[in-house]
């Protein structure tokens, strides 16, 4: 059986959206899961609202990480918030994956030096699953490291190809280095001796993809540095809200008719482009998985990162990548 540790504080809605999304996932999905928090507090929450607690396991502490710390610090005077205690019992041992709503910045810090590295891995890097025309992409990296080399954007590439292969079932999904042009010699040096490598890299490879290309669902796996990557997030979720609301002012004007008959498209667009249906972000580099949940997420949010979570080891994505960076490091020594 699958053991997800879970911080129980992390996000805007904790405890209470934890809680019940945990027990819907120790219910539905057969996993057992260990919450890092306040002990009282959790029991008090899941008892006042009618919270089942079977094949749930709490780890006390008190302390809680401030989103508005240092990030650096959850390795430091944060050492016994629940983020940080669930990153210690996941590099213990004690389970086989974490998921937190918590800070973003910390739980790379924390995961980068409490959980450690994959062998070989230089960056841990967050990538989110997004929608897509067809099907969906990862974008690696969405955030955490704005100065890249070429080789990183390179392991970017195989974490995303070992996630999307184990995880999403795509079989070798198709890598595109994120671009302003589509020749081989368009972008900065970043992108030109990026190209070069990815190119002899052994991967599915298909060359540059622009920013208005990434939609399409023909790429499943966008490289990019953790800035780019950043603001194309941020304006992905920016224009998922602009066409909702777009969408209901155009039905609203319909007639009850016109919108009844469209409201079964509308309603599987929402969910396609809804971020509560993936979980979360894996932040991949890591020994063992771990998710970032966003900081708003509900209930239904917390179930998936934790099915997310699931996947992940189920998937034995850690091992994949481990096995792609070792073949590629042989590959680079046979060559030299």
């Excluded at 990030?71 to 998921?99: C, H, W, Y």
């Excluded at 016109?258 to 079964?264: Q, W």
């Amino acid at each position: 059986m699958t053991r997800v540790i879970v911080d129980a504080f992390g996000g805007d809605n904790a405890p209470l959206e934890v809680l019940k999304g945990c027990e819907r996932a120790v219910r539905e999905l057969g996993v057992s899961v260990i919450l890092t928090g306040s002990s009282d507090k959790i029991k008090k929450c899941a008892e006042e609202n009618g919270i089942s607690l079977e094949g749930i396991e709490i780890e006390h502490t008190d302390d809680v990480f401030d989103i508005h710390e240092e990030p650096k610090e959850i390795i430091k005077s944060g050492k016994n918030t629940s983020m940080a205690l669930g990153l210690q019992l996941l590099a213990d041992g004690r389970g086989d994956a974490f998921v937190s709503a918590g800070s973003t910045g910390a739980l790379v810090m924390g995961a980068t030096f409490i959980v450690k590295r994959i062998k070989g891995i230089k960056r841990v890097a967050p990538s989110p699953v997004m929608p897509a025309d067809k099907g969906s992409f990862i974008l690696v990296d969405a955030g955490a490291n704005t100065e890249c080399r070429p080789e990183m954007l390179v392991q970017f590439a195989v974490m995303g190809s070992a996630y999307m292969e184990k995880v999403m079932g795509v079989s070798t999904p198709k890598v595109g280095l994120l671009n302003i042009g589509a020749e081989e010699t368009k972008g900065r040096e970043l992108e030109i001796e990026s190209y070069k490598l990815l190119e002899s890299s052994g991967l599915n490879f298909t060359g540059n993809i622009e920013a208005r290309d990434i939609p399409k669902g023909e790429i499943q796996v966008v490289v990019t540095d953790g800035f780019t990557g950043n603001v194309v997030l941020k304006l992905y979720e920016g224009m998922g809200s602009f066409f909702s609301k777009k969408i209901k002012w155009i039905f609203s004007g319909a007639g009850k008719i016109g919108a009844l008959f469209s409201l079964g498209k509308i309603k599987q667009f929402r969910k396609q482009m809804d971020y509560k249906e993936v979980g979360g972000s894996a932040l991949l580099g890591v020994r063992r998985p771990v998710i970032k949940a966003h900081g708003s997420s509900d209930a239904t949010a917390f179930y998936n990162a934790v099915r997310q979570a699931k996947r992940c080891v189920e998937g034995k994505v850690t091992e994949a990548i481990e096995e792609y960076v070792a073949a590629i490091a042989k590959e680079q020594t046979n060559g030299e």
